[in-house]
């Protein structure tokens, strides 16, 4: 993905968010220059990737494939000093748009839609080997527990929520003619570099060609935090 389009979606989500009324953290806004004047007493944003999250699954078409993310709140997986079990996550999804079929290692979590449009949820069960799994799955809806077939396509309407524990693939979009949905996340730490397992290869963080300065930074960039930096001089 080019940076400059990387920019514009960061733009286009926050102007979305203020309208939902969704407030993000202060340093959901920091520039680049700000972080310059950022120091270690805010390593945890760095270390558990809290932040911008931006990614086209490597289909060169964010439009139709591909999700926008903001970490609030992560713990580690590997860094004992990180004790919060828990992770928070805004994700906005256009009418549409694709996030490509996945299960999760280790992460349990709620999608739960904060508002806007509806949010369509294909599943499945897997076997051990990572393919679809033909038999009913088990999952729960704001309280309710309830058995579907595997493939089942689910509407999620805005407030409703479903849990999905590790190994049930899920894949989602926005349902067209509904509006941009705004979605939430609660589930246990996540880690998107390690934890994902797409039904079909795809890659998880993108590439970036730094056409021009970054306006915020995502948490692809935090490694290179200081290559970006020297670019300002
Ligand atoms: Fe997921």
Redesign the pocket.
Known sequence: MKRSEVNQIIERAIVFLREMRFLLPPFAYWTLEDWRTKGPEYDEIKDNMLGWDVTDFGSGDFRNVGLLLFTLRNGNFNDPKYIKPYCERILIVEEGQVLPS?T?YRKM?DIINRGGGNLMMELYGSNEDGTYSDKPLTITMDGRRLTIEPGTVLRLTPGESITLVPGQY?KFWGEPGTGTVLLGEVSTVGDDRVDNRFYQATGRIPEIIEDEKPKYLLFRDYPILDRLLSSLD
Do not use: A
Request: aromatic share 0%; glycine share 0%; net charge negative.
């Open positions: 996945h999760h979590e899920h």
